[in-house]
């Protein structure tokens, strides 16, 4: 177990090394503008700029350049510095980071919670009413597009432009100053982030159900007089739910980095992902390239801890 | 004597498909007495496992229909209500199935499956369910049961799994133990060993066993009596010493001659049973084995044969609608060696000669 952990971590620390060169390789081939003319500000000369260049240590050759950057990344967990907002993107990153983790963390449990229970009634109840309805609704969710849904359910909830308007709208996390009012100005991101993931995960965790239920151990177990309760909940979703896990991994991942930036941006949320968006919308290659790393990080870092629990759930994993 | 443990009595299972109704259990009546052991021997399909199974309710949820009656120790496994009947599974009968290692769940410890078959019909204390799984473990010939319930059943060899699936089926001391393909996913050297200890623990543990098999050899050894099932029937049964030695339907003598011998000439080929077992949903009409049937008559496809008493044989019956007299000699000609191909002239009317291939599906068989 100690070296499948320990295998699994430096497979993450080489994924991270890859990752940070092949972005550093993005930049450096497609910039969507020289980083030395935006630090040099309107009407600078050329020697101007050709001294920037050299300051910055832009004229370097690539490698040396990335070695740079590598060796301040690691350390002094230094990302660079935001000539935009002429402050270290480290700095950026972390003031932003608690209203997306707090988003995201609210979304996760959110899209865990129904996903999953639906997806094992279900699965459960094969064709009752309840099935056909939520993977009906299911599928239209998971066909809806984040930044439309955003924009609905400000349109339809909103407290100041809502048809009912029973819930804080746009830009009232920001605006929130204590536990409460920021829990409530969160609930339609967080619906509108669950959505889709909800849905899919719904899907996912009915067709594992149904699999595991016609498994010869469950038909064991029943055969061992359990309750039909036991026989779903011990049984039946303890196998179902580990193919899920993975997907978890991933999916909190891509949830870091594709729709919490749309959902942000929506619901105007100052998270990480709307400080990515301005970032791109100015240029600002430093937080850009930083954002991307840290985005890079918490995926190898998520994928970790999903590989550890995948060991954990299913014994067969930890002895291969 | 006093009533059987268990009495099934016109047992009819049935499931409705988007094909049609499929007869899966047709009307069979048998009992098993305390202490002994009864074989249910039939191809794929038969019928054996949905029997067995629905002594236990477990076809219940999937939309069965049963009719008939079930007594068991004096209750009606039919029309018992479902909690009622979960009291029962795994505590007064138990089974064990064909693959035991997709029978155990692979994400929990040997142990704790044990205990977890302890604690549903017990109200004992952790470390006691502990120590009786060990003690189960031991009993069913484990090696280093101590160490063994920590274990998880991917590392338990093919023989061992079925060794833990038996001891979880005793850990409640049950009356009844359904063993359905107790052997058949295993090695053959393994499978006697499985079998030897079916036999050791019933003579010690004093229960009723049902085997179900395929293998009319699995079943010779350990069964006082053994029922030969069809298409959803039982159209054979009879003491085991029967079965092997004078058994009445063509059916039989199919799965018997099927059995490879160590006392047979190398050279002499095994006999397959020709063509396949029928739909279950579009039965064929009359005997239902009449297609398969190298003995056919034109009356046979007609006239459904009942389970009948054998003249002179006590506790044997036969669904066949062959005279007795000519059952027999056709029995010793094969005994002796002699084909179906050449005994089927026996049968032949004198006027005019039936077709033992009339059925499109067994014109594979023919040998001429």
Not at chain 2, 5 to 34: C, M
Not at chain 2, 108 to 118: D, F, N, P, R
Not at chain 2, 193 to 219: C, E, K, N, P, Y
Not at chain 2, 331 to 356: F, K
């Amino acid at each position: 177990m100690f070296r499948y952990i320990v295998r699994r971590v430096l497979w993450g620390i080489a994924m991270l090394f890859i990752v940070s060169a092949v972005v550093f390789l993005i930049f450096y081939i497609l910039p969507s503008a020289d980083p030395a003319v935006l630090r040099a500000g309107r009407n600078a000369g050329p020697a101007q700029i050709a001294q920037i260049r050299h300051s910055l240590g832009l004229d370097l050759p690539i490698w040396h350049q990335y070695l740079n950057y590598m060796k301040q990344v690691f350390f002094h967990f230094n990302f660079g510095y935001s000539y935009q907002y002429n402050v270290p993107v480290r700095q950026l990153i972390f003031s932003r980071l608690p209203a997306t983790i707090w988003l995201v963390t609210g979304a996760v449990i959110i899209w865990l919670g129904i996903g999953l229970s639906i997806g094992i009634i279900s699965a459960v109840r094969r064709r009752s009413l309840i099935d056909r309805t939520s993977m009906t609704t299911s599928l239209a969710l998971i066909s809806a597009p984040v930044f439309w849904l955003g924009l609905v359910s400000l349109y339809l909830f909103a407290d100041d432009i809502g048809r009912f308007p029973i819930l804080p709208g746009q830009g009232s996390y920001a605006a929130s100053s204590d536990f409460v009012s920021r829990f409530e100005a969160m609930i339609l991101p967080w619906l509108v982030l669950a959505a889709a993931t909800s849905a899919i995960y719904a899907r996912y965790m009915r067709a594992s159900m149904i699999d595991t239920m016609s498994e010869d151990y469950i038909r064991t177990a029943r055969a061992k007089g359990l309750p039909e309760r036991t026989v779903i909940m011990r049984h039946g979703v303890r196998s179902a739910i580990t193919p899920i896990v993975t997907l978890i991994g991933l999916d909190v991942g891509t949830l870091l980095a594709g729709n919490a930036i749309l959902t942000e941006t929506v619901f105007n949320i100052p998270g990480v992902g709307r400080l990515l968006y301005n970032a791109i919308s100015v240029s600002d290659l430093t937080t850009i390239q930083g954002i991307t790393l840290f985005g890079a990080f918490f995926i190898v870092f998520f994928n970790l801890v999903v590989d550890i629990a995948y060991a954990y759930l299913d014994p067969r994993v930890r002895y291969s | 004597m006093s009533e059987p443990l268990l009495q099934v009595e016109d047992l009819r299972v049935r499931f409705s498909t988007e094909d049609g109704i499929v007869h899966a259990v047709d009307g069979i009546s048998y009992s098993v007495d305390t202490g002994h052991t009864v074989g249910i021997v039939g191809e794929s399909g038969s019928g054996k496992s949905v029997s067995s199974l629905t002594m236990l309710g477990l076809t219940r949820n999937q939309g069965a229909e049963i009719e008939g009656r079930i007594m068991f120790d004096g209750r009606d496994l039919v029309t018992l209500p479902d909690d009622e009947l979960r009291k029962i599974r795994g505590n007064e009968i138990a089974m064990i199935f064909q693959d035991p290692l997709s029978s155990l769940h692979p994400f929990y410890k040997v142990g704790s499956q044990l205990t977890e078959a302890i604690h549903t019909h017990r109200d004992v204390s952790k470390s006691a369910a502990r120590d009786r799984a060990v003690e189960l473990l031991d009993l069913v010939g484990i090696p280093d049961p101590r160490r063994r319930v920590d274990q998880f059943p991917h590392e338990f060899s093919g023989g061992m799994r079925q060794r833990v699936m038996i001891a979880m089926a005793l850990a409640n001391e049950p009356k009844l133990l359904i063993a359905d393909e107790p052997t058949t996913a295993l090695d053959v050297t393994v499978q006697a060993q499985i079998l030897a200890l079916l036999d050791d623990l019933q003579s010690r543990l004093g229960m009723a066993i049902i085997v179900i098999t395929h293998d009319l050899g699995v079943v010779a050894e350990i069964t006082d009596e053994i029922a030969v099932m069809y298409a959803g029937r039982i159209v054979e049964r009879a003491p085991t010493r029967a079965i092997f030695g004078a058994p009445q339907h063509p059916y039989t003598w199919g799965l018997l001659k099927s059995i490879p011998r160590l006392d047979t000439p190398r050279d002499e080929e095994l006999v397959p049973i020709s063509g396949r077992p029928p739909s279950l949903i579009k039965r064929p009409s009359g005997c239902h084995f009449h297609p398969r049937c190298p003995y056919v008559r034109d009356a046979h496809r007609k006239v459904d044969p009942r389970l009948e008493p054998v003249p002179g044989d006590e506790g044997h019956a036969v669904a066949c609608l062959l005279n007795p007299e000519l059952r027999n000699r056709i029995w010793r000609g094969l005994a002796s060696g002699e084909t179906s191909a050449t005994l089927r002239h026996l049968v032949v009317e004198e006027d005019h000669p039936v077709r033992a291939h009339a059925a499109p599906r067994t014109s594979e068989e023919d040998p001429a």
